[in-house]
C-alpha cells in the first residue's frame, strides 16, 4: 500500500510538473496583464520613454518651501497664505 510503484512515482511526477508549468503560466499572464495596464496608463508609449517625459515634468513641479516665522508650518513660497494668525507675515 505505501510502497514505491512506477504508476505513483509517474503520477506524482506529472502532479508536479502540471503545478510547476501552472504557476509559471499564471506569473507569465500576470506580468503580461501589468504590462498592458502600464502601457495603457502611459498613452501607449513605452515605459522608458515615460520615465522620461514623467522625470522632465517632476523637475517643473517642485516649489520651494519656507518655514512660516510664526506658526513654523512649512508653505510654498509662490502661493503662500495667512495661518489664520493676526501676525502672520503672509497675506490672505
Known amino acids: ?35 498592458d ?3 495603457r496608463s502611459n498613452g501607449g508609449k513605452p515605459r522608458g520613454s515615460a520615465n522620461a517625459g514623467a522625470a522632465k515634468s517632476a523637475e517643473q513641479d517642485v516649489e520651494t ?8 508650518s512649512f508653505v510654498a513660497s509662490g502661493s503662500a497664505r495667512s495661518c489664520g494668525r493676526e501676525d502672520c507675515p503672509y497675506p490672505g
Open 65 to 72: 518651501m519656507i518655514e512660516c516665522t510664526v506658526c513654523g
Open 37 to 39: 495596464v502600464r502601457t
Open 1 to 35: 500500500m505505501f510502497g514505491f510503484s512506477l504508476q505513483k512515482l509517474l503520477f506524482t511526477g506529472i502532479v508536479i510538473a502540471a503545478i510547476f508549468y501552472g504557476f509559471r503560466w499564471f506569473t507569465e499572464m500576470q506580468a503580461r496583464r501589468e504590462r
